[in-house]
């Protein structure tokens, strides 16, 4: 099998690299490296008590090098789920690292909205008063129980909440909640672009997402049944998404160099 280029895959708010779970064997299976991240201060990777270190830019600077290193030396697919979305547009930004494509994942042009913009509000005002326990039990218990998951699940998702560095939890709340529209800027890069969301998304609304894609000049994929996390609800249909459009970018990639030669 020939190896294509790897892919690095950016969790959301409250996710890690487990989100992704059920993704990886079929990204796997198209020929590549694929590695899904705990970004700094989420689950198993430590981060400081200095909220600076929490910012999109300073998340993104460890995008940048991530990639680099995965890469070593070829380009990289990146995908940004929600929050990891604005957290991964910064790396592609700044300019530092050539990616192979750029695919936002239930992610938006600027700060999140509705139900979702409420809850992290709650999550942000709590955290530093009534603890992460308390997060725990009235905000992502009660949504993880609506979605009838195992027990084991639940206790995962627990743990892996607890585990988060609070001061960057609140932090990354901040960010998702001010975020600024940088689509001009985006679509000023020439990087391969994918707007892929549920459906039913209930962070950044659909149509929000659909306008984005439109001002990027970027593909458009919507997720059937799927809401805000489509790799979690419908992992087959986001997989071969993500696969046909970073082959596509791999060709247009060797194609495009064949003939400038």
């Not at 995965?70 to 957290?87: N, Q, R, T």
């Not at 709650?122 to 195992?150: F, Q, Y």
């Not at 909640?177 to 985006?186: A, N, P, S, V």
Request: hydrophobic residues 40%; proline residues 6%; negative net charge.
């Amino acid at each position: 099998m020939i190896e294509r280029w790897p892919a690095l895959l950016v969790p959301g708010l409250t996710g890690s690299k487990e989100d992704f779970i059920a993704v990886l064997m079929t990204l796997a299976q198209s020929g590549r490296r694929v590695t899904a991240i705990d970004q700094r201060g989420q689950y198993e990777t430590p981060g400081p008590d200095d909220p600076s270190a929490y910012t999109c830019p300073s998340l993104g600077a460890d995008v940048d090098l991530l990639a680099q290193i995965i890469g070593g030396g070829d380009a990289v697919h990146l995908v940004g789920h929600s929050f990891g979305g604005l957290v991964a547009r910064e790396a592609v930004i700044d300019g530092r690292t050539k990616f192979a494509s750029f695919t936002l994942m239930g992610s938006g042009p600027a700060a999140i909205e509705g139900r979702r913009a409420l809850n992290g509000r709650k999550i942000l005002e709590e955290i530093p008063t009534l603890g992460m326990e308390h997060v725990w039990h009235h905000r992502l218990e009660p949504e993880a129980l609506a979605a009838d998951v195992s027990d084991d699940i639940l206790a995962f998702l627990h743990k892996r909440l607890l585990t988060n560095s609070p001061v960057g939890l609140a932090c990354m709340a901040e960010q998702v909640l001010t975020m600024h529209d940088r689509t001009e800027e985006l679509r000023q890069i020439e990087v391969p672009t994918l707007v892929l969301y549920g459906e039913h998304d209930d962070g950044w609304p659909p149509e929000v997402q659909s306008e984005m894609a439109a001002r990027l000049g970027a593909e458009s994929v919507v997720v059937p049944g799927a809401a805000h996390s489509p790799a979690v609800e419908a992992p087959e249909t986001t997989a071969a998404a993500l696969v046909r459009f970073w082959n596509t970018a791999e060709k247009h990639f060797l194609d495009t160099r064949s003939h400038a030669v």
